[in-house]
């Protein structure tokens, strides 16, 4: 049983976690604004070997150069288009890091919107643990 006690709550703590969680909810909404518009693109094999995938990784396009058939082999090909479409995943992943941290303001919050909600969520179950039985 936690030692939390509801009562020793005031409503400065409690208007505190609300604005905290009400600002970390705007900053995702504003972050996710035009997330879907991000394309990592990447290339391998002194770019013969070209991919683009959509923000969430998934893999959009590959262009390979019709040479490249002649000149590697079957393994040496499959590495070389796996570090075109890896090189793309990351180029996306960044562009959304950019993205959220210059939603932030350019730096990390301060505090995990994960704790807020742990917090709101020990309150609640202190408050009605604390109830008498009906």
């Known amino acids: 049983m936690s030692d939390f006690n509801p009562a020793a709550v005031t409503p400065?703590?409690?208007e505190k976690l609300a604005r905290?969680?009400?600002e970390a909810m705007a900053t995702l909404?504003?972050?996710m604004n035009g997330l879907e518009e991000v394309t990592g693109e990447?290339?391998?094999a002194g770019g013969k070997i070209r991919a683009a995938v959509e923000s969430d990784g998934l893999l959009r396009e590959i262009?390979?150069?019709p040479r490249l058939l002649r000149s590697m082999?079957?393994?040496e090909l499959a590495e070389a288009v796996v570090a075109a479409v890896r090189a793309a995943q990351l180029s996306a992943r960044g562009q959304l890091e950019e993205r959220l941290a210059a939603a932030q303001g350019g730096a990390r919050p301060s505090f995990d919107i994960r704790?807020?909600?742990r917090g709101l969520d020990a309150i609640q179950s202190a408050f009605l643990s604390s109830l008498p039985p009906r």
């Open 12 to 14: 400065e703590e409690l």
């Open 20 to 22: 905290r969680a009400d």
């Open 29 to 31: 909404v504003q972050a």
């Open 42 to 44: 990447g290339t391998s």
């Open 63 to 65: 262009r390979l150069d």
């Open 73 to 75: 082999g079957s393994d």
């Open 115 to 117: 704790d807020v909600g």
